[in-house]
């Protein structure tokens, strides 16, 4: 019953944006901590971002150039990437994590459900 239906991706050229999109159904979307990580071809998945009730949490490479954000009242996550390069590129998946364990927040396990991925490409 529970889904994670991620949008936004696409082709852009290095130094462009794009705001990828990520709608919960199914569940009570404020008591989700939300998360975006990202796989590259030949590399494992990794963490992005992640935020909480207001709090926000970046990987090295994102931060200053990605913002994540919630609209609760639309059940959405958006994830607004600017200032793309081609290291950006990989499929984006967003995430549920129910227990708000914010210690491990960079860790797969830690959350509850996972959308089907979006395909970002960033052309140099």
């Known amino acids: 019953q529970v889904q994670l239906i991620e949008s936004g991706g696409g082709l852009v050229q290095a130094g462009g944006s794009l705001r990828l999109s990520c709608t919960m159904s199914?569940?009570?979307?404020?008591?989700?901590?939300m998360g975006w990580f990202r796989q590259a071809p030949g590399k494992e998945r990794e963490f992005v971002a992640r935020i909480s009730r207001s709090s926000t949490y970046y990987t090295d490479s994102v931060a200053g150039r990605f913002t994540i954000s919630r609209d609760n009242g639309a059940n959405t996550v958006y994830l607004q990437m600017n200032m793309l390069t081609p290291k950006d590129t990989a499929v984006y998946f967003c995430?549920?994590?129910?227990?708000?364990?914010?210690?491990?927040?960079?860790?797969?396990?830690?959350?509850?459900?996972w959308g089907q991925g979006t395909q970002v490409t960033v052309s140099s």
């Open positions: 995430a549920a994590d129910r227990t708000f364990i914010s210690e491990q927040y960079t860790r797969e396990n830690v959350y509850d459900y």
């Open positions: 199914g569940r009570t979307f404020t008591n989700y901590a």
